[in-house]
């Protein structure tokens, strides 16, 4: 969660000056995290999730993953959106987290033959 929650205002992307257009139009914002460090001890593959803000990743989730070590986890992408694609945003997570075995992204919607996606992943290579 954000140290500084989303308002409906905030994520008015009508609003040229509203807080979420102003960080996904600067690549290099990172909003602060509010809610403790989670720890990662345990897991190798992990799953993560996130909405399509401006084509792009949230620049918090940027902020998350320049705050953990990937190393030896497997790092799996996915978002939901209106209709844009995952596009570039598995890539950045990936170039601005540094560590981490990270796979292709997928977008998921209400029609997603989610299990197909999860069944196809190569995991264990
Ligand atoms: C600030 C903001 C920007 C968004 N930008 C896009 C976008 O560029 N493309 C898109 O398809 N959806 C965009 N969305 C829609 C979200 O991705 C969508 O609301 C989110 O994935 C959750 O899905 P749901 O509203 O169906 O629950 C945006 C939403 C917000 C709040």
Redesign the pocket.
């Known amino acids: 969660m954000a140290a500084q929650p989303y308002t409906s205002d905030d994520?008015?992307?009508n609003d040229n000056n509203?807080r979420?257009?102003k960080e996904?139009n600067e690549k290099t914002v990172r909003p602060e995290i509010g809610s403790e460090k989670i720890s990662l001890n345990g897991y190798d593959t992990i799953f993560i999730g996130f909405?399509?803000?401006?084509?792009?990743e949230p620049r918090i989730m940027d902020t998350f993953v320049e705050s953990y070590d990937f190393s030896e986890k497997t790092m799996i992408p996915f978002?939901?959106?209106?209709?844009?694609d995952i596009g570039a945003s598995g890539d950045n997570l990936k170039a601005n987290a540094g560590s981490g075995n990270w796979l292709k992204g997928e977008r998921l919607s209400l029609s997603s033959d989610i299990e197909g996606w999860i069944n196809g992943l190569e995991l264990f290579n």
């Open positions: 994520l008015n992307y509203s979420t257009t996904q909405p399509i803000w401006w084509g792009e978002c939901t959106s209106g209709s844009s």
